[in-house]
């Protein structure tokens, strides 16, 4: 038997937005703001009537999945989550509702940029693999260097699968030999890669060295090479309509 759930998030930050918060009355999304931005936002579902807690908050999760990793994506740092509140919603409304909560944590990080937030056809109408784009790039934000690269490449590999890499602009390629360059234990021997390294770190360079100064900033400047690469890929991909049938 199935009944109607409602899930508090409770924000330990203010979100800066841009505008007025849009409706999102299919994916029974409310979002609260207040003059510094959004204060918390709150879910309304249908789910089975037996669910606890943890349970009714997951699949709160899992639905919303798309439109946290957005706002997470456009406010650039994860979203601080104070409180998270479940209920069961009472067919009668006379009826108070036992509401259960659970703690949220401190990520200790500072107000980034004023958000946009996306209209609910765009969630509702996004392409395949949106959601895996965006938690890739999140995660490569909190990522240390060699790991946002490799990241990074991973969203460019699978949206151009196929291509031919002679087609790829110069950035792409240069992404994909420093990902090969920190991926790769064994001395690597790709003559075009081998050519990128020696004209770019000196004669003789074919592994990577965690602990070399020169190599990190290497690795350095091609991680915010790959997230300008990317966020513009992202972007285009966000962008395009109609969806093409083979993606």
């Known amino acids: 038997m199935h009944c109607e759930w409602k ?23 409310t979002v609260i703001a207040g003059t510094d931005g959004i204060l918390e936002y709150h879910h309304t579902f249908s789910a089975p009537d037996e669910l606890q807690h ?18 997470e994506y456009r406010y650039g740092i994860p979203i601080e989550v104070q409180q998270w509140t ?8 006379s009826m108070a509702a036992k509401k259960t909560g659970s703690g949220g944590f401190d990520m200790g990080v500072a107000l980034v ?11 509702l109408d996004s392409r395949p693999r949106l959601l895996s784009y965006l938690r890739f790039a999140n995660d490569a934000k909190r990522a240390p260097d060699a790991d946002a690269v490799k990241g990074y490449f991973m969203i460019w590999e699978d949206l151009h699968r196929g291509k031919d890499m002679a087609t790829w602009p110069l950035d792409a390629v240069r992404l994909k030999y ?11 021997g790709d003559p075009g890669l081998v050519t990128y390294l020696e004209s770019s770190l000196g004669k003789g360079v074919i592994q990577f060295d965690p602990v070399n100064d020169q190599h ?11 997230r300008a690469l990317i966020e513009a890929e992202i972007e285009q991909f966000i962008s395009k309509t109609p969806i093409p049938a083979d993606l």
């Open 178 to 188: 420093c990902r090969h360059f920190v991926s790769h234990g064994k001395p690597l």
């Open 7 to 29: 899930v508090g998030y409770v924000l330990r930050k203010p979100i800066p937005i841009t505008g007025v918060p849009h409706g999102y009355p299919q994916l029974g999304l």
């Open 54 to 71: 943890e349970g009714v908050l997951a699949e709160s999760q899992r639905r919303l999945a798309l439109f946290v990793e957005y706002l």
């Open 113 to 123: 940029r004023s958000v946009e937030l996306p209209s609910e056809s765009m969630l």
């Open 86 to 93: 479940t209920e069961k919603v009472p067919v009668d409304a």
């Open 216 to 226: 990190r900033k290497f690795v350095r400047e091609h991680r915010r090479m790959g």
